[in-house]
């Protein structure tokens, strides 16, 4: 079965530094891999995904992650946090199922909190 | 173009009762699934509906059920509540349910069973 570690669970940065949040995967077949965002009281928010081609991928708010298979691994990057960027980070493999659809299998998720 | 709505935002029942979540999908999306989150067992699949069929279902008892509409909008039902079914239940959508159709989600239904 398909899962996902982040391992993790929280991790406290300065404004302005770098920042990596790690997720390794286990799946089978070529894996589609995805970072997702939760603000409090909020829903999740797709940052980026991974499916195929170029390794390193960009999202929005100026995230990045670099898909590294010989390492089962999909880092989350940022060269400079912003105090917004405070929340809970989620790493996601899509599992295709036998009914024709898929299922995201999600890590436990990183608190990331900024310090001013 | 409108995300996916979630109602009622909040919710609280005592056990016993039962609840039904409306989930409205991005427009043109006709795939919906459901997760639930909790703080000890994270985020975990409950089921995915498509064509007004449920394709796919996730390791939860039979009180936990859906459906979904001919405009693609959706409904989860649990009955027989439990404390252990307080939760955030989020819905999300994409276009057909493929791997490679990333998963929009709503803000979520946070239901509380006292």
């Known amino acids: 079965a398909q899962s996902v570690t982040q391992p993790d669970i929280h991790i406290t940065v300065s404004e302005g530094a770098s920042l990596e949040l790690r997720c390794n995967y286990s799946?089978?077949?070529?894996?589609?891999l995805f970072w997702y965002v939760q603000s409090p009281g909020q829903g999740l928010q797709l940052l980026l995904k991974?499916?195929?081609?170029?390794?390193l991928v960009q999202g929005i708010k100026g995230f990045e992650a670099e898909f590294k298979r010989s390492q089962s691994s999909f880092n989350l990057r940022k060269p400079s946090v912003h105090w917004s960027d405070a929340a809970e980070y989620f790493c996601?493999?899509?599992?295709?199922?036998?009914?024709?659809?898929?299922?995201?299998?999600f890590g436990t998720g990183t608190q990331l909190k900024v310090e001013l | 173009k409108a995300g996916v709505t979630q109602t009622p935002r909040y919710l609280i029942k005592t056990r016993g009762q039962q609840v039904t979540l409306s989930c409205s999908p991005i427009s043109g999306h006709r795939s919906v699934s459901w997760y639930q989150q909790t703080p000890g067992q994270g985020l975990q699949f409950l089921f995915e509906?498509?064509?007004?069929?449920?394709?796919n279902k996730g390791n939860f008892p039979g009180r936990f059920s859906g459906r979904q509409f001919s405009n693609s909008r959706s409904e989860m039902n649990v009955s027989t509540l439990e404390l252990g079914d307080s939760a955030l239940y989020l819905c999300?959508?994409?276009?057909?349910?493929?791997?490679?159709?990333?998963?929009?989600f709503g803000d979520g239904t946070r239901l509380s069973i006292l």
């Open positions: 999300a959508s994409s276009l057909f349910g493929g791997p490679g159709q990333p998963q929009h």
């Open positions: 799946y089978g077949a070529t894996p589609y």
């Open positions: 509906y498509f064509s007004e069929t449920q394709r």
């Open positions: 996601a493999v899509a599992q295709l199922l036998t009914g024709g659809g898929n299922k995201l299998t």
């Open positions: 991974y499916f195929s081609g170029d390794t």
